[in-house]
């Protein structure tokens, strides 16, 4: 009884945290983009903080079209998520796959407001660059970074910027993801809606994602994730203003979309419809944006998908594509 209070225990300050339940980093590189027979580029630079930053910068194999940011999930680093972009580059997409704090050979340690801190950094870092063209840039989170992208390209000050928003496998609330695990355990199955209440939703996708609006939003998810059920897309999408998309891949499980060349092509159509859509951009300081502060104002983006709302494409592999 006791081993069994003292873990509770120890669930309740790391759901306080957030840190012990979200992050996993792991600071062991398992391979570099050389391996796979890609150019890269090692980038150091600092968060807002002072805290050094890491990341890896694939250059386009032609001349690039835009630049990918790449948001990775929770658990390892960009050594062992880069194959979840590394066949981008040959499609001639520059990619920049930084690590969260903590994570890789980036210094610190995660947190919750310290990572959207390390994502603003990432899109200052990239509009540094001469091969980086400003206007061209669209961020793709996975998972965690998912639900990072979403809170962080809502608040950015870098939003004037951003063509277009892509995640996959994100979860919609970090309290209701939090209660459903503990919901899946048999020990913490009875406290599963106290105990997840201890967790943060501060940085909650479902409180950001209609702000994306009019930046295009793409969601995929798999109708099998294990991890994150379907729901959590769908009600992201609900949520969501348009112009958006909901691509429900059959059969597919956690972050596993892009394991079939079918989605990789309909991904790569889809970035160059939201990078090459003509843009006029208007700065305000949106009233509905709380948590932003007054004297950084919000860029937002039109563009002629922006401005007209988006029927969602059909799925040929799934009826249910676009269901709302």
């Given at each position: ?15 306080a ?23 890269y ?13 890491h ?31 590394h066949?981008l ?54 998972s ?17 910027h ?28 009875p ?15 479902d ?42 891949v ?12 079918t989605y990789r092509?309909?991904f ?8 090459f ?7 305000d ?40």
């Amino acid at each position: 009884m006791r081993r069994r209070l003292l873990l509770i225990a120890g669930m309740m300050l790391a759901l306080a945290s957030c840190n012990g339940m979200f992050f996993f980093p792991y600071r062991a590189q398992v391979r570099s983009p050389d391996q796979l027979g890609l150019k890269y580029e090692d980038v150091y630079y600092l968060a807002r903080d002072g805290t050094r930053l890491h990341a890896w910068f694939l250059p386009g194999a032609s001349q690039a079209q835009g630049t990918i940011l790449f948001l990775h999930g929770n658990a390892e680093n960009i050594s062992t998520h880069i194959m979840s972009v590394h066949w981008l580059p040959a499609q001639g997409f520059n990619v920049f796959l930084p690590d969260y704090r903590g994570y890789g050979e980036s210094a610190g340690e995660p947190s919750m407001e310290g990572v959207q801190d390390d994502v603003d950094s990432a899109l200052r870092s990239l509009l540094a660059r001469p091969d980086v063209e400003p206007d061209r840039i669209v961020v793709f989170g996975q998972s965690l970074g998912g639900a990072i992208a979403i809170y962080n390209v809502a608040h950015s000050p870098y939003r004037k910027h951003i063509c277009g928003l892509a995640v996959e496998s994100a979860f919609s609330s970090y309290r209701g993801i939090a209660r459903e695990k503990l919901g899946s355990f048999w020990l913490t199955w009875p406290l599963q809606y106290p105990l997840s209440l201890l967790v943060s939703n501060r940085y909650s996708p479902d409180d950001a994602v209609a702000m994306i609006s009019p930046i295009p939003l793409l969601i995929i998810q798999g109708d099998r994730d294990p991890i994150v059920p379907v729901g959590h897309a769908r009600r992201l999408f609900e949520l969501a203003r348009e112009p958006k998309e909901l691509w429900v891949v059959p059969g597919g499980g956690h972050i596993q979309a892009f394991q079939r060349q079918t989605y990789r092509d309909r991904f790569v159509a889809w970035l160059k419809q939201v990078l090459f859509a003509a843009p006029r951009v208007q700065i305000d300081a949106r009233p509905d944006c709380t948590r932003c502060a007054p004297s950084a104002p919000i860029a937002r983006r039109y563009s002629h998908a922006c401005n007209a709302a988006q029927p969602v494409a059909e799925d040929p592999e799934n009826p249910m594509h676009g269901d709302r």
